[in-house]
């Protein structure tokens, strides 16, 4: 199906090949391909209205205005891009100027969000290869966490100089590029800063990290322009780095997360130069900071592709920096029907266009671990409840060295977890008890998928499936004798004030030990 769509779109670009020309770019020289719709095949009505306006209106202004990035990838491939970005010749300032619901964002790397209706849309201005260095989105993830999103987006924006040295209007000429030559040295306290942070539209296209993504769409003309042979690695299905692979993971290691996930999201094979430096990088990994680190590998758990693109990480070796215990999950009989279960059910969700919630993933793949940490602390003659609380700060903090899963997660991870023993118990107190937990379907949905993966009692899940839509009269006929009726209720802990209710409420209930639980 996508084969027939790429030949729909590419079939005629050769006979009818659009325009073409030789761009210099330092000692590098590029060749831009220019593709007419009928090479291309995109539909206008495809882009966003507010990415449509938002370009019409720079160039009306007289800059240029380009759809670039994942959005021109994804229509190429007959995909529905997740949001649109822009790259223009405009500088922040006049960007802002010509859209009053816009604001500047990030102090580094500013670039502008401009909102129309209900979308906002990231406006770049075109970002000099100067910068041999290459300003990262790491540091900008670093100085600017509130940022921090629209910062890796934005890999490309420029630095931070003043808004007059910025001012520099570069009127819209056509099909010529001209390099901004250095823009400025210092600031006005004697700063230094970068030369050139500005660029040309060639010099934003071999900034960005594949050529798949260096694309440039001018909706006006509905023409996609192409210095970097973009089009036939995508035709190609390939994920080509854009220049040296090496220099580039070196500038910037979370390349190497974004070729495994764009590889594994969108079925491409990695090209083997671009795939090679990576088992010998791949600890550089270590140095990027991990909110950023966080930030990545959500993006690719919440893909639509998880499970793909899990196992590309794991094939490359790049799990070791983020997610080690991948290894054992997949490696181990137990664990793997379990997680590729929870991968594969997340990835319907998202096709489905349902929420996901990364604490409930998050829940899934340390699960086996926890139980295992708990039953060691068990078999050390540790009392259930208190291996069980003990494991999940362990499993937790273990992650914690690589990922950096943030603390705001712990709660309702854990909540999952202690949750998990109480299906277990259905009597006529525990059961309703059970029901009125606010987090019970989540906490029922874990316990599902346990079952459906062989990892808890199917008869049991198929009980609280019924249960819990039943009539209160039904109800009282499914309930079975209380477990232990005589035994008498441990006297309730004093309130110590820290952790939530909901797990506190946990230290009364007795709960059997994991993971010995039959219906
Ligand atoms: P997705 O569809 O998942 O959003 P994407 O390619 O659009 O994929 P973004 O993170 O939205 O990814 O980045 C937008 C664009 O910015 C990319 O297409 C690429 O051109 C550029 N880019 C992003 N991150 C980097 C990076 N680390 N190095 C170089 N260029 C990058
Ligand atoms: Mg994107």
Redesign the pocket.
């Known amino acids: 199906m996508i084969k027939k769509l790429i030949q729909k779109v590419f079939g005629g670009a050769k006979s009818r090949s659009g325009a073409a020309r030789s761009v210099k770019v330092g000692a590098q020289s590029h060749e831009l391909r220019i593709y007419r719709q009928a090479e291309h095949g995109i539909d206008r009505r495809d882009i966003s209205e507010a990415a449509l306006r938002i370009c019409e209106g720079l160039q009306q202004a007289g800059y240029e205005a380009f759809v670039?990035?994942?959005?021109v990838?994804?229509l190429l491939l007959g995909r529905h891009?997740?949001?649109f970005?822009i790259a223009t010749s405009a500088t922040p300032e006049q960007v802002r100027q010509i859209f009053r619901r816009s604001r500047i964002i990030g102090r580094r790397f500013r670039i502008v969000h401009v909102m129309f209706g209900p979308e906002t849309i990231e406006v770049t201005t075109f970002r000099g290869a100067g910068d041999a260095s290459g300003a990262?989105?790491s540091e900008a993830a670093d100085t600017e966490p509130e940022t921090n999103t629209s910062a890796?987006?934005?890999?490309?924006a420029p630095d931070d100089i003043e808004s007059e040295q910025r001012s520099r209007r570069r009127p819209r000429d056509g099909r010529r590029n001209l390099p901004l030559g250095p823009v400025s040295q210092a600031d006005e306290h004697g700063r230094l800063l970068r030369d050139n942070v500005f660029g040309s539209q060639e010099e934003d296209a071999i900034?960005?990290?594949?050529t798949m993504?260096?694309l440039f769409y001018d909706p006006s003309r509905q023409e996609i322009w192409d210095y970097v042979s973009g089009v036939p690695d995508i035709q190609k299905k390939r994920v080509v780095m854009i220049g040296d692979p090496i220099e580039r993971y070196r500038e910037?290691p979370?390349?190497m997360l974004?070729a495994a996930?764009?590889a594994g999201?969108l079925g491409f094979a990695i090209d083997a130069a671009t795939m090679k430096p990576i088992a010998e990088l791949s600890p550089l990994l270590e140095n990027v900071p991990s909110a950023r680190l966080f930030d990545e590998m959500l993006?690719l758990l919440l893909?639509g592709h998880s499970l793909l693109c899990i196992e590309k990480l794991h094939a490359l070796g790049l799990h070791q920096q983020l997610l080690p215990v991948i290894d054992s999950l997949l490696n181990n009989e137990e664990s793997r029907p379990f997680v590729t279960l929870a991968l594969q059910r997340t990835d319907q969700r998202i096709a489905d266009d349902k929420g996901v919630s990364p604490a409930f993933l998050f829940a899934a793949l340390f699960w086996f671990p926890m139980q295992k940490r708990q039953q060691a602390l068990e078999a050390g003659s540790m009392r259930t409840l208190q291996a069980m609380h003990e494991a999940m700060d362990d499993a937790l903090e273990m992650q914690r060295k690589t990922l950096a899963i943030p603390r705001r997660f712990d709660v309702m991870i854990k909540e999952l977890w202690l949750a998990q023993p109480r299906f277990l118990q259905r009597s006529q107190a525990k059961a309703h008890r059970t029901l009125s937990h606010p987090r019970f379907r989540a906490c029922y949905d874990f316990f599902e998928l346990r079952a459906a993966a062989g990892d808890a009692s199917t008869e049991v899940a198929e009980w609280w499936e019924k249960f819990q839509f039943a009539d209160e009269d039904v109800r009282e006929t499914m309930l079975l004798p209380d477990d232990d009726p005589k035994k008498k209720r441990r006297r309730k802990r004093k309130k110590t004030g820290d952790g939530p209710d909901t797990i506190k409420q946990q230290d009364d209930i007795e709960l059997p030990s994991l993971p010995t639980e039959t219906a």
């Open positions: 670039v990035g994942g959005a990838r994804d891009p997740k949001d970005d990262l989105a890796q987006t934005n890999e490309l900034r960005r990290d594949f993504n260096a910037d979370v390349r974004r996930r764009l999201k993006k893909s």
